[in-house]
């Protein structure tokens, strides 16, 4: 239990530094490629969010909630990489603002992992 409790909270901590990295590679500081941003398995929390298949755990809504918006935050930052690689710096710079695509992503994903801390837990 206490497992999904860090697992979860660590990586809540992780989609907070994805905006420093967006924002390094908007700076020109960071180069980052879209291919590899895009793909939400291969971190630490997705490699665990992933081994959960098959366990009590994934039959949780949360946990397929987290699953979908993980997707969908991997993607919507990959289309801010896509942007600075083709010049659009002012797109980037959007989707990363206080109303961008980037940002609501993020806040629904951390949304769910933390009320996924609940109820994942008790399905553990």
Same mark, same amino acid.
């Given at each position: 239990?206490?497992?999904?409790? @860090?697992?979860?909270? *660590?990586?809540? +901590?992780? &989609? +907070?530094? !994805? *905006?420093?990295?967006?924002?390094? /590679?908007?700076?020109?500081?960071?180069?980052?490629?879209?291919?590899?941003? +895009?793909?939400?398995?291969?971190? @630490?929390?997705?490699? !665990?969010? &992933?081994?959960?298949? #098959?366990?009590?755990?994934?039959?949780?809504?949360?946990?397929? @909630?987290?699953?979908?918006?993980?997707?969908?935050?991997?993607?919507?930052?990959? =289309?801010?990489? =896509?942007?600075?690689?083709? #010049? /659009?710096?002012?797109?980037?710079?959007?989707?990363? +603002?206080? *109303?961008? /695509? /980037? =940002?609501?992503?993020?806040?629904?994903?951390?949304?769910?992992?933390? @009320?996924? *801390?609940?109820?994942?837990?008790?399905?553990?």
């Amino acid at each position: 239990m206490s497992n999904i409790i @860090e697992q979860i909270d *660590k990586a809540i +901590g992780t &989609y +907070g530094a !994805w *905006k420093v990295k967006l924002r390094q /590679d908007i700076d020109g500081t960071l180069a980052l490629i879209p291919t590899e941003v +895009g793909v939400d398995n291969r971190c @630490e929390f997705g490699t !665990w969010l &992933y081994s959960l298949a #098959g366990t009590p755990v994934s039959t949780d809504s949360r946990y397929k @909630e987290i699953l979908e918006l993980r997707k969908a935050f991997h993607k919507v930052a990959a =289309t801010v990489v =896509t942007k600075v690689q083709a #010049g /659009d710096k002012t797109g980037a710079e959007t989707s990363i +603002g206080l *109303k961008g /695509d /980037d =940002t609501a992503a993020s806040a629904k994903l951390t949304a769910q992992m933390a @009320e996924g *801390k609940k109820t994942m837990t008790k399905a553990a």
